[in-house]
Nanobody, 123 residues
């Protein structure tokens, strides 16, 4: 499984960005595609995830109401729309796939990772 994240960049506080995670075609019975981020000097943090059906989504509390995850199965792509960005959102953002039913919140449970895309929010 291969994942390619893109869409990062530099924005001002209050700005918006849309990240994309394009995946290779795969077929698992149950999986979650998640977005994580790693801010400078911090560990990898779960941000948002979406189930394989698209019917369930999971959000970090601090991004609820500002970030929206969606998927386009025809394009094998998951999107992360981010609004009202703050400097605290500055990080490298990664997308990943968790196969099975373990906690979606924990990075170690994810099996496949893409390279990150840098998001920088200036104050």
């Amino acid at each position: 499984v291969q994942l390619q994240a893109s869409g990062g960049g530099l924005v001002e506080t209050g700005g918006s960005l849309r990240l994309s995670c394009r995946t290779s075609i795969f077929d698992f019975d149950d999986y979650v595609i998640g977005w994580f981020r790693r801010a400078p000097g911090k560990g990898r943090e779960f941000v948002v995830g979406i189930s394989w059906t698209g019917r369930s989504t999971y959000y970090l509390d601090s991004v609820k109401g500002r970030f929206t995850i969606s998927r386009d199965n025809a394009k094998n792509t998951v999107y992360l729309q981010m609004y009202t960005l703050t400097p605290e959102d500055t990080a490298v953002y990664y997308c990943a796939v968790r196969v099975g039913t373990s906690s979606y919140y924990t990075p170690i449970n994810y099996d496949y990772w893409g390279k990150g895309t840098q998001v920088t929010v200036s104050s």
